[in-house]
């Protein structure tokens, strides 16, 4: 057995820790750019924290999912204002756009020449600005990961900047962020993180570590999702899909994800949907067919007794098998009222530019089966 493993230097979490921020930015910069969400109100105390500690703060804000061009704009705008630190603070996009952005300021040269498929693939080679990243939803566990997702329109598609120094120098989680998420956003985010979890668990590249994580990470998932969608001020729960949400950023920056993932990423460059629930609407069907193609063509698959263990996780029943994970996490998916695919607009005359997308996409090479054109195309009907 071989591993490795990488993450922040430093992972502070607890309720009310997000008053921690100014002391733990103004000992990595001088002059930080802020990133923020839309929500000027919120960001408004974090800025306040952090001029208490006598930091300089330069505000950006990206509004909705970042794309070639708002990364451009952040850049530049870091540079030309002498930057030497970044907090990111709100979801997944705003941290992904914060993990760019620190990494741009000190690699020459434009976000394009870096992106992989779309842009010249180059190298980073700098290391990027120190970055402290803050959360505000439990969901991507983007504050451990090592890639960030953008967009670019003008391709239809999404990919990502590549690096392992893109990991935050600080992941600073304080779930009494996340208190003031919405049902629908709780239910969605929080199905992404045990999408993460899930895949990670079963994938070809798990290793001790991340296993330890994922088992921890689907339990507390298990127990406290539904709670957190019902009744949004329950810290317990909070907590728990925070520490479910970094566990399977953990994971997954350090060993793989699966199917889902493969056909969400692509999937969301074609139509505009919230990644978790397009993750949420895929995820029942993934474990599925992956059931199905292990025990035709791999029975003796490691996978197999790692999806009974992930049920009787889910289902807290020590008697649940492989096969009851399909229909704990369809009960899961129809209680917490996700939408079809197709309610997203995607029409099946998009069906072999997604199935050709997903068959290439990096995720799915750590499924824990490979998957044919016809199956990718059979999970994705049955999520329709
Ligand atoms: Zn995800």
Known sequence: MEFEFTTAGRIVFGAGKLREAGEIAGTLGKRALVVTGRDQDR??????LLREHGLETVEFVVAGEPDVESIRGGTALARAEWCDSVVGFGGGAVVDAAKAIAILITNEGDVLDYLEIIGGGKTLTEPPVPLVAIPTTAGTGSEVTCNSVIRSPEHRIKVSLRSRSMIPRVALVDPETTYTLSPDLTATTGLDALTQLLEAYVCTRSNPVTDGLCREGISRAARSLRRAVEDRQNAAAREDMAVASLFGGLAL????????????GPLGGMITAPHGAVCAALLPEVVAMNLDAL????PKSDAIPRYAKAAKLLGRNPGASAGDAVTLLRRLVSDLAIPRLSSYGFSLDQMDELVEKASAANSMKANPVELTPEELESIIQSAL
Do not use: D, Q
């Open 253 to 264: 920056a350090n060993a793989g994800l699966g199917a889902v993932h493969g056909i969400a």
């Open 295 to 298: 025990r035709e063509r791999e």
């Open 43 to 48: 960001a408004f105390s974090l800025l306040t």
